[in-house]
Protein backbone atom coordinates (compact mmCIF):
# COMPACT_ATOMS: atom_id res chain seq x y z
CA UNK A 1 0.00 0.00 0.00
CA UNK A 2 0.93 3.19 -0.94
CA UNK A 3 2.18 5.47 2.47
CA UNK A 4 1.23 8.97 2.83
CA UNK A 5 2.98 11.15 5.68
CA UNK A 6 2.03 14.04 6.26
CA UNK A 7 4.02 17.38 8.10
CA UNK A 8 3.93 18.77 10.63
CA UNK A 9 1.07 16.37 12.42
CA UNK A 10 0.23 19.53 14.58
CA UNK A 11 0.89 23.44 14.51
CA UNK A 12 -0.61 26.92 15.91
CA UNK A 13 -1.36 29.69 13.81
CA UNK A 14 -3.40 33.00 13.88
CA UNK A 15 -6.22 34.43 11.74
CA UNK A 16 -4.44 36.35 8.68
CA UNK A 17 -1.56 33.61 8.31
CA UNK A 18 -0.34 32.30 5.24
CA UNK A 19 0.20 28.48 6.05
CA UNK A 20 0.80 25.47 4.22
CA UNK A 21 0.63 21.45 5.21
CA UNK A 22 2.90 18.74 3.54
CA UNK A 23 1.98 15.61 2.09
CA UNK A 24 4.28 13.19 0.85
CA UNK A 25 3.73 9.92 -0.82
CA UNK A 26 6.08 6.87 -0.68
CA UNK A 27 5.43 6.04 -4.51
CA UNK A 28 4.63 8.39 -7.02
CA UNK A 29 0.98 8.87 -7.76
CA UNK A 30 0.97 11.35 -10.64
CA UNK A 31 -1.47 14.07 -9.56
CA UNK A 32 -4.16 11.59 -8.09
CA UNK A 33 -4.22 13.71 -4.56
CA UNK A 34 -6.98 15.33 -2.85
CA UNK A 35 -7.30 17.43 0.49
CA UNK A 36 -9.95 17.36 2.90
CA UNK A 37 -10.90 19.24 5.80
CA UNK A 38 -12.32 17.97 8.95
CA UNK A 39 -13.99 19.85 12.34
CA UNK A 40 -14.85 18.56 15.15
CA UNK A 41 -17.64 16.36 14.95
CA UNK A 42 -18.25 16.59 11.51
CA UNK A 43 -17.83 14.64 8.05
CA UNK A 44 -14.82 15.27 6.36
CA UNK A 45 -15.41 18.14 3.36
CA UNK A 46 -13.03 17.78 0.05
CA UNK A 47 -11.34 20.86 -0.54
CA UNK A 48 -8.90 20.32 -3.07
CA UNK A 49 -8.69 17.08 -6.20
CA UNK A 50 -6.40 16.79 -8.87
CA UNK A 51 -3.80 18.33 -6.50
CA UNK A 52 -4.93 21.46 -7.52
CA UNK A 53 -8.16 21.67 -8.84
CA UNK A 54 -10.56 23.32 -6.35
CA UNK A 55 -13.75 22.06 -5.46
CA UNK A 56 -16.64 23.86 -6.39
CA UNK A 57 -17.37 26.30 -3.40
CA UNK A 58 -14.12 26.35 -1.78
CA UNK A 59 -13.01 29.81 -0.96
CA UNK A 60 -10.16 30.67 -2.96
CA UNK A 61 -7.51 31.27 -0.25
CA UNK A 62 -7.29 27.11 -0.60
CA UNK A 63 -5.11 26.28 -3.06
CA UNK A 64 -3.28 23.12 -3.52
CA UNK A 65 0.27 21.92 -5.37
CA UNK A 66 2.82 18.94 -6.53
CA UNK A 67 2.73 16.21 -8.26
CA UNK A 68 4.25 12.69 -8.11
CA UNK A 69 5.52 12.39 -4.63
CA UNK A 70 5.41 15.59 -2.73
CA UNK A 71 2.53 17.52 -2.34
CA UNK A 72 1.32 21.24 -0.93
CA UNK A 73 -2.15 22.61 0.83
CA UNK A 74 -1.96 26.09 1.50
CA UNK A 75 -3.61 28.69 2.78
CA UNK A 76 -3.27 32.34 1.98
CA UNK A 77 -4.86 34.01 4.63
CA UNK A 78 -5.87 32.29 7.53
CA UNK A 79 -9.56 32.55 8.74
CA UNK A 80 -11.51 31.29 12.25
CA UNK A 81 -13.14 28.78 10.35
CA UNK A 82 -10.26 27.15 9.19
CA UNK A 83 -8.99 26.02 12.22
CA UNK A 84 -9.43 21.89 11.57
CA UNK A 85 -7.72 18.89 10.71
CA UNK A 86 -6.50 18.52 7.30
CA UNK A 87 -6.17 15.23 5.54
CA UNK A 88 -4.36 13.88 2.48
CA UNK A 89 -5.64 10.99 0.38
CA UNK A 90 -3.90 9.19 -2.94
CA UNK A 91 -6.45 7.61 -5.28
CA UNK A 92 -3.83 6.54 -8.01
CA UNK A 93 -4.45 3.17 -6.51
CA UNK A 94 -6.39 0.58 -4.33
CA UNK A 95 -5.96 0.26 -1.47
CA UNK A 96 -7.00 4.09 -0.82
CA UNK A 97 -4.87 5.72 1.94
CA UNK A 98 -5.07 9.15 4.01
CA UNK A 99 -2.19 10.88 5.44
CA UNK A 100 -2.65 10.86 9.47
CA UNK A 101 -3.65 14.64 9.48
CA UNK A 102 -2.17 18.01 10.74
CA UNK A 103 -4.66 19.93 13.20
CA UNK A 104 -4.17 23.50 12.56
CA UNK A 105 -4.91 25.33 16.02
CA UNK A 106 -5.47 28.78 17.38
CA UNK A 107 -2.39 30.41 18.58
CA UNK B 1 -28.56 17.85 -3.03
CA UNK B 2 -26.17 15.10 -2.54
CA UNK B 3 -27.19 12.96 0.71
CA UNK B 4 -26.01 10.11 1.93
CA UNK B 5 -27.37 8.81 5.02
CA UNK B 6 -25.61 5.57 7.22
CA UNK B 7 -27.59 3.65 9.85
CA UNK B 8 -27.10 0.33 11.18
CA UNK B 9 -24.45 0.82 13.64
CA UNK B 10 -24.31 0.17 17.85
CA UNK B 11 -22.94 -1.89 20.87
CA UNK B 12 -21.33 -5.84 19.46
CA UNK B 13 -19.71 -8.02 21.45
CA UNK B 14 -16.09 -9.21 20.50
CA UNK B 15 -17.02 -11.68 17.44
CA UNK B 16 -19.85 -10.34 16.38
CA UNK B 17 -22.05 -9.31 13.43
CA UNK B 18 -23.58 -5.85 12.31
CA UNK B 19 -24.88 -4.58 8.71
CA UNK B 20 -24.49 -0.91 8.13
CA UNK B 21 -26.64 0.67 5.28
CA UNK B 22 -26.50 3.55 3.82
CA UNK B 23 -29.30 5.75 1.82
CA UNK B 24 -28.33 7.91 -1.31
CA UNK B 25 -30.28 11.01 -2.77
CA UNK B 26 -29.45 13.81 -4.81
CA UNK B 27 -27.60 12.00 -7.29
CA UNK B 28 -27.92 8.83 -9.98
CA UNK B 29 -26.69 5.94 -7.45
CA UNK B 30 -26.27 3.12 -9.91
CA UNK B 31 -23.75 5.90 -12.13
CA UNK B 32 -21.32 6.29 -8.61
CA UNK B 33 -18.86 4.06 -7.21
CA UNK B 34 -18.63 3.79 -3.61
CA UNK B 35 -16.87 3.83 -0.53
CA UNK B 36 -16.97 2.76 3.74
CA UNK B 37 -14.35 4.82 5.44
CA UNK B 38 -14.09 4.69 8.98
CA UNK B 39 -12.60 6.74 11.75
CA UNK B 40 -11.65 6.12 15.56
CA UNK B 41 -12.18 7.88 18.51
CA UNK B 42 -9.67 10.45 18.11
CA UNK B 43 -7.94 8.95 15.52
CA UNK B 44 -7.22 9.98 11.34
CA UNK B 45 -9.56 8.47 8.71
CA UNK B 46 -9.29 5.06 7.49
CA UNK B 47 -10.50 3.53 3.92
CA UNK B 48 -11.95 0.21 4.09
CA UNK B 49 -13.92 -0.87 1.17
CA UNK B 50 -14.61 -0.16 -2.65
CA UNK B 51 -17.63 -0.79 -4.66
CA UNK B 52 -17.77 0.44 -8.45
CA UNK B 53 -20.91 0.90 -9.77
CA UNK B 54 -22.60 -2.09 -10.95
CA UNK B 55 -20.63 -3.64 -8.54
CA UNK B 56 -18.50 -5.35 -10.11
CA UNK B 57 -15.28 -4.60 -8.93
CA UNK B 58 -14.63 -4.86 -4.94
CA UNK B 59 -11.54 -3.66 -3.23
CA UNK B 60 -11.00 -4.42 0.69
CA UNK B 61 -8.50 -2.63 3.27
CA UNK B 62 -6.40 -5.52 4.30
CA UNK B 63 -7.69 -5.14 8.19
CA UNK B 64 -10.67 -6.02 7.14
CA UNK B 65 -11.00 -8.58 4.20
CA UNK B 66 -12.03 -12.05 4.86
CA UNK B 67 -14.80 -10.35 7.74
CA UNK B 68 -16.52 -7.57 6.05
CA UNK B 69 -18.29 -7.55 2.74
CA UNK B 70 -19.47 -4.63 0.93
CA UNK B 71 -22.32 -4.47 -1.56
CA UNK B 72 -24.93 -1.89 -3.22
CA UNK B 73 -28.51 -2.10 -4.39
CA UNK B 74 -29.36 0.50 -7.46
CA UNK B 75 -32.66 -0.19 -7.45
CA UNK B 76 -32.88 0.71 -3.75
CA UNK B 77 -30.27 3.74 -4.13
CA UNK B 78 -28.13 1.81 -1.48
CA UNK B 79 -25.42 0.75 -0.05
CA UNK B 80 -24.08 -2.41 2.32
CA UNK B 81 -21.48 -3.13 4.55
CA UNK B 82 -21.48 -6.74 6.30
CA UNK B 83 -19.56 -6.82 9.19
CA UNK B 84 -18.65 -10.36 10.80
CA UNK B 85 -16.58 -11.50 13.13
CA UNK B 86 -16.12 -7.74 14.86
CA UNK B 87 -13.03 -6.91 17.15
CA UNK B 88 -12.11 -4.05 19.08
CA UNK B 89 -10.39 -2.15 16.43
CA UNK B 90 -13.19 -1.61 14.37
CA UNK B 91 -14.68 0.26 16.94
CA UNK B 92 -14.94 3.81 14.77
CA UNK B 93 -17.60 5.93 12.99
CA UNK B 94 -18.18 4.46 10.05
CA UNK B 95 -18.94 7.11 6.85
CA UNK B 96 -20.54 6.24 3.75
CA UNK B 97 -18.70 8.18 1.13
CA UNK B 98 -19.56 8.35 -2.67
CA UNK B 99 -16.32 8.71 -5.19
CA UNK B 100 -16.96 10.93 -8.80
CA UNK B 101 -13.17 11.65 -9.60
CA UNK B 102 -12.19 11.19 -6.08
CA UNK B 103 -14.30 10.80 -2.29
CA UNK B 104 -16.59 14.07 -2.91
CA UNK B 105 -19.24 13.49 -0.84
CA UNK B 106 -19.15 11.89 2.57
CA UNK B 107 -22.54 10.76 5.12
CA UNK B 108 -22.43 12.16 8.73
CA UNK B 109 -21.61 8.26 9.88
CA UNK B 110 -22.34 5.85 11.97
CA UNK B 111 -20.94 4.50 15.18
CA UNK B 112 -19.77 1.20 15.70
CA UNK B 113 -19.11 0.16 18.89
CA UNK B 114 -17.28 -3.57 19.60
CA UNK B 115 -16.96 -3.74 23.39
CA UNK B 116 -18.09 -6.91 26.10
Known amino acids: AIRMTQSPSSFSASTGDRVAITCRASQGISSYLAWYQQKPGKAPKLLIYAASTLQSGVPSRFSGSGSGTDFTLTISYLQSEDFATYYCQQYYTHPRTFGQGTKVEIK | ?116
Open chain 2, 1 to 116: EVQLVESGGGLVQPGGSLRLSCVASGFTFSSYEMNWVRQAPGKGLEWVSYISGGGSTIYYADSVRGRFTISRDDAENSLYLQMNSLRAEDTALYYCAREGSTIDYWGQGTLVTVSS
